[in-house]
């Protein structure tokens, strides 16, 4: 199948479209055609089944799976982290997941492709690849597998490979946090996504309470090694987002920031990317709280704002992709060719005075 899953902005639907034969993916989803190898195996189509059904594949991220030899692709700045995820569709429905149950395009996670392969083939090339990562993550899918099958997945790539592990899940069970340490993963993530009770639960339902609890006992059980995830753009103000990077650091959780990308709800209403302004400056005040300098001021209309001495403080690297350690995650939040939301690699000189000059209001 031939895959477009670059669209963002359109207003459009995702254009897919078929080719004859139906394998061997090529997929547009850095910027550059990714052609999965065709000597690289058997890759799957999505079948959509539940993880009880289809546990026998991984889904590995296109630039990953490039990395891993699986795919080639031309990219810019390689990832650090290899990306997999489990293969199926989650049963439940954030209304920002292309994974959700209503999704009407699961292919992709982010705005990233995700091809699927056999799992003794995909890991047996993340094995023969470890070297070329610093990390592995796995996020995972809540299918009808349950919590075995998020075990099972994430015991096979432990033993696969001596990388440090994150697993990304979406529980309200610590027996599975603990479960996830012992079987020997590096950091478990537990994403909030959201950081007002409400927009928690009109994109994600649950209750935001239990899971800031979850996060603060999970943290103080594990010192270090609890992830969670922000979702810049879900209708928050800025001060919103200080004020849950504040209670995180406080509780030792280290936050990975995204912008949210571009996706069609159930009711066919069209979520779009935050401002860059808006972006820059959370990633400022984020640095600024995680290095424990003081908290940048909030205007009256929830804005942040920096004096002059809070932004000497704020080196390029603030820009840069957040999260566990070597999480670089390219072309997650962005077309390649456009300014990133999550720098990837390094700033030049020139990037970085852009940033900061976006910072101020
Ligand atoms: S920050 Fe990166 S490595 Fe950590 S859970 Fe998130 S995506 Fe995975």
């Given amino acids: 199948m031939l895959y477009n899953v670059e669209n963002e ?16 993916p090529m997929v547009n989803g850095n910027g550059s055609n990714c ?9 799957m189509t999505n079948n959509n089944n539940g993880i009880g059904e289809d546990s026998d594949t991984m889904r590995v991220a296109i630039g990953t799976a490039a ?14 982290t290899a990306h997999l995820l489990m293969p199926g569709q989650c049963l439940l429905d954030c209304a920002f997941c292309a994974q959700a149950s209503s999704a009407p395009d699961t292919d992709r996670l982010s705005r990233i492709a995700w091809p699927e392969f056999e799992l003794s083939q995909a890991l047996k090339a993340l094995e023969a690849g470890s070297s070329k990562f610093k990390r592995v993550c796995l996020q995972t899918i809540n299918g009808s597998g349950g919590a075995e099958a998020i075990l099972d997945y994430a015991m096979q790539i432990i033993k696969a490979t001596d990388l440090p592990t994150s697993v990304d899940i979406r529980t309200t069970d610590m027996g599975l946090i603990d479960a996830l340490f012992v079987a020997g993963a590096d950091v478990v993530g537990l994403p909030l996504d959201a950081v007002t009770p409400q927009i928690y639960e009109d994109v ?6 239990e899971h800031l609890d979850l996060l603060e006992a999970a943290s103080s059980k594990h ?3 609890i992830s969670t995830h922000i979702i810049v753009g879900l209708g928050e103000s800025e001060k919103e987002i200080l004020r849950a990077l ?3 650091h406080e509780w030792g959780v280290r936050v990975g920031l ?13 979520l779009t990317p935050p401002r860059l302004e808006a972006y820059r400056r959370i990633q400022a005040a984020k640095w600024l709280v995680e290095n424990n300098h003081p908290s940048p001021s909030v205007n009256r209309a929830r804005e942040i704002y920096f004096s002059d001495k809070d932004l000497l403080n704020v080196p390029g690297r603030a820009f840069q992709t957040s999260g566990c350690k070597d999480c670089n995650r390219p072309y997650y939040n962005e077309r390649p060719g456009d300014v990133p939301f999550n720098y990837p690699c390094s700033l030049s000189r020139e990037d970085y005075k852009t940033a900061m000059k976006m910072t101020r209001l």
Wanted: charged share 20%; glycine share 16%.
């Fill in 35 to 43: 052609m999965v190898n065709s000597n690289g195996g058997n890759p």
């Fill in 246 to 248: 504040e209670k995180l």
């Fill in 204 to 209: 994600r339902g649950g209750s935001f309470q």
């Fill in 223 to 225: 010192p270090g090694r």
């Fill in 258 to 270: 995204f912008a949210l990308t571009t996706v069609q709800t159930e009711q066919g209403k069209w």
């Fill in 9 to 24: 902005g359109s207003g459009k639907e995702t254009d897919r479209m078929a080719n004859s034969n139906g394998s061997n």
């Fill in 67 to 80: 990395v891993l030899g699986l795919a080639r692709c031309k990219q810019e700045c390689l990832p650090t």
